[in-house]
């Protein structure tokens, strides 16, 4: 058996501590060099942050908020039937261009409708209050041209009468009971005069009135006929139209955007039906829809780019033109969504009402 020497065992073992020892030194020195920072001179930090600040500021003076939206004229107006009717004549299509007060279409007024038309146009009040009125100048004109003179004449006569009996009776020739007669006859003639004049005051009065409420009906007829042409689109002073015939009109010069598909010839609509709409297209706006994180960084003239889902092509310029204080969901377990209003700067007729798009505003931090 081979004898184990302890001796060289234990120098071996002191040999590989001494190693390690160095290794963990090492290491370490190797460590702190990697994480510490090596020492600056003391001219060297100045233009560092000079050179640092200004790339900073850059960055930050300006920023892009992009957003969703959709696209709608500035203004559309709705057209009307005013009164129950069937359809006579369509003479526009869906997307044409039309002018102000041009002829859309005409309809033939139901039996209801044409009763108001000619309650309007004749109405029974009115030519009560006219033939009244003629009744009392007529009488007025009889008070004036028959009754009176007739009056004054026999009173005339009366006074006369008067006048010879009492020449006679201061002669003796006449009794004393003859002109007391006589002068009673006198008064009495005087007092069918002054009823007389008294008739002709309260005629002349009744006139007075009559004429003064006939300009009101009169004037209020005038308005009802005004709104009646207006609600027609027609003027009932032309006698080669038809009484019971209407038409619609463009309100506004625009395009014929919408067309209702129950609006078509010999259809019997009712009243207040909504036919087509007309809306200017040169004129669009894009309404979208801003988290209230966005919203406060925004304001009103802020300019973008817009960009539609459907001309990828082209970029149109804008403005925010309105910004709401009201959110479109107030309630409180969600953030707030808020929808602005942009104009577009260089419209034309490809753009359409409800277009999707992406707009690009550009803010100043």
Known sequence: MPEYNIETSGRRTRIVGVFLAIFVAVASLALVALTHEPKRADSSPAPAKAAIVPQIADAKSEAEII??????????????MSFKGSVEDISVVEGQMVQQDQVLASYKLDRDALNHVYRVLYPEHLLNLRKNLSDQNINLEKHLDIYMPNRKIELQRVEKDVSDIKEMFAKGLAAKAALDHKEQQLQMSKKAVLEMEENVKQIESSVTRSKEDLKFHDAR?????????????RLYSDPALPIDVAYLKAPISGQVIWMNPDFRKRAELPAGFHTMTVAPMDNMVVRCKVHELDLVKLQVGDKGTVTFDAIPEKKYQCKISRIPWVSRNPALEVPADYDIECVLDDSDLKLKDGLTCNVKVTIKQ
Do not use: A, C, M
């Not at 957003?67 to 009307?80: H, N």
């Open 221 to 233: 007829q005038k308005r009802d006929l005004e709104l009646l042409e207006w609600q027609t689109q």
């Open 67 to 80: 957003f969703r939206g959709k696209s709608f004229p500035s203004l559309k107006r709705q057209v009307l």
